[in-house]
């Protein structure tokens, strides 16, 4: 498998669930971001790590943990969320921060 | 610091039509370019990127872009638009600084291909 894959594709939880999110790069890249996207607004930029490291955190509420054990796997564990974190999650890599970043498919949340 | 700039939030235009959604960018360093295209409910595609090389540069599905340093823009733009191209479009900016800034992206514009 080639690209950037995020898994699963579609979630639907309750405020009280904890779930996770999954991406996987197969590009050999050493950076990797998740952010959100919600209807009408900007790419909202979340986490940030590059060789594992967490380099950037944008003001990110605690309910959302990233984890990134190693270069091409990087997980988003979700806890007590709010109706207001329904969104598209999108997981990129890179190859430096500085260069293009290739996307994934997305995870389409939902909160009830 | 870099910022960039989508100057029309939505563009409407007939199918066999030219294209042009307009970007302006702003960076302290010599910046590298990117255009990225998004279908509903998907992830980003890379279209193209400048990378100071060529100012014209050339992507998929028969999209290109411009690089003028003069006017600090980088619109994108097809000869004909077909109804696959109906989708957000986003101009993305690196001021390769080595800083935290990282990519910029644009609000997007969102472009609608009338049959």
């Known amino acids: 498998e080639t690209g950037v894959t995020q898994t699963p594709r579609h979630l639907v939880m309750g405020m009280t669930n904890k779930k996770s999110l999954k991406c996987e790069q197969h590009l050999g890249h050493n950076a990797m971001y998740w952010y959100k996207q919600s209807a009408k607004k900007p790419l909202e930029l979340m986490f940030v790590y590059n060789f594992k490291e967490q380099t950037e955190n944008n003001s990110v509420p605690s309910r959302f943990s990233p984890e990134c054990p190693n270069s091409s796997h990087l997980f988003l564990h979700l806890h007590t969320l709010q109706p207001e974190d329904s969104a598209l999650y999108l997981c990129?890599?890179?190859?430096?921060?500085?260069?293009?970043?290739?996307f994934g498919p997305g995870t389409r949340l939902t909160v009830t | 610091a870099q910022s960039v700039t989508q100057l029309d939030s939505h563009v409407s235009v007939s199918e066999g039509t030219p294209v042009l959604l307009r970007c302006n960018y702003s960076?302290?360093?010599?910046?590298?370019l990117f255009w990225y295209v998004q279908h509903p409910n998907k992830g980003l595609q890379l279209l193209l990127k400048?990378?100071?090389?060529?100012?014209l540069v050339k992507g998929i599905n028969g999209f290109e872009a411009e690089f003028k340093k003069s006017e600090t823009s980088f619109h994108l733009t097809k000869p004909s638009a077909h109804m696959s191209d109906a989708a957000e479009y986003f101009c993305?900016?690196?001021?390769?600084?080595?800083?935290?800034?990282?990519?910029?992206f644009g609000k997007g514009t969102h472009l609608i291909i009338q049959p």
């Open positions: 400048y990378t100071s090389a060529a100012t």
């Open positions: 990129a890599s890179s190859q430096g921060r500085v260069h293009e970043q290739y």
């Open positions: 993305v900016v690196s001021d390769g600084g080595g800083g935290a800034d990282g990519l910029t």
């Open positions: 960076s302290s360093y010599s910046p590298s």
